[in-house]
T-cell receptor, first 117, second 112 residues
Framework: DTGVSQDPRHKITKRGQNVTFRCDPI?????LYWYRQTLGQGPEFLTY????????KSRLLSDRFSAERPKGSFSTLEIQRTEQGDSAMYLC???????????????FGAGTRLSVL | GEDVEQSLFLSVREGDSSVINCTYT??????LYWYKQEPGAGLQLLTY?????DMKQDQRLTVLLNKKDKHLSLRIADTQTGDSAIYFC????????????FGQGTTLQVKP
């Protein structure tokens, strides 16, 4: 088990460009989460999936952001028309398939650091 | 909404104990968590405590939970320079939804 994998680790883009990040959860984890972390702050929840269903979205997830998990395995987070305020670390987490409360225990990837110039 | 507060900075000498504190507003979270983040890295799950427990010990780590005061603490015994990092307290949002609410993080500096 290699843990939660995120790609790329770093992304530098120009304002107005679109970017897409990928997250591969721990094998057989059916829940997948996206968070954003700006400098000096704790992570802030963006959205989460159970299998392929997107169950919750934060108000932080503006219409320029879209997340998908088409086959219930990996997920992508796309930001359209990036702005300088989108510069942050984007973290992905997954939690196990479990009928008990352990299904909420989240394991994080190393993150994708986005810099918008 | 749910709010989680932590002090921002703690400095200790190597070998001393460190105590990192956290307060929260919503007591419905079934689990409460401590994560560690080293520079430029993701979050590492350190430990967690079930809400019906008062204390959990795991090697050098002791978690204390005071539900009445909505206070969570993490004690690190015999603190080492490798413990220098940012420590985040996290609880679930109301109604135990999947999302986690994090504190701002406490930077632990360990001096040799």
């Amino acid at each position: 088990d290699t843990g939660v994998s995120q790609d790329p680790r770093h992304k530098i883009t120009k304002r107005g460009q679109n970017v897409t990040f990928r997250c591969d959860p721990i094998s057989e984890h059916n829940r997948l989460y996206w968070y954003r972390q700006t400098l000096g702050q704790g992570p802030e929840f963006l959205t989460y999936f159970q299998n392929e269903a997107q169950l919750e979205k934060s108000r932080l997830l503006s219409d320029r952001f879209s997340a998908e998990r088409p086959k219930g395995s990996f997920s992508t987070l796309e930001i359209q028309r990036t702005e300088q305020g989108d510069s942050a670390m984007y973290l992905c987490a997954s939690s196990p398939r479990d009928r008990g409360h352990a299904k909420n225990i989240q394991y994080f990837g190393a993150g994708t650091r986005l810099s918008v110039l | 909404g749910e709010d989680v507060e932590q002090s921002l900075f703690l400095s200790v000498r190597e070998g001393d104990s460190s105590v990192i504190n956290c307060t929260y507003t919503d007591s419905s979270s079934t689990y409460l968590y401590w994560y560690k983040q080293e520079p430029g890295a993701g979050l590492q799950l350190l430990t967690y405590i079930f809400s019906n427990m008062d204390m959990k010990q795991d090697q050098r780590l002791t978690v204390l939970l005071n539900k009445k005061d909505k206070h969570l603490s993490l004690r690190i015994a015999d603190t080492q320079t490798g413990d220098s990092a940012i420590y985040f307290c996290a609880v679930h949002g109301s109604s135990n939804t999947g999302k986690l609410i994090f504190g701002q993080g406490t930077t632990l500096q360990v001096k040799p």
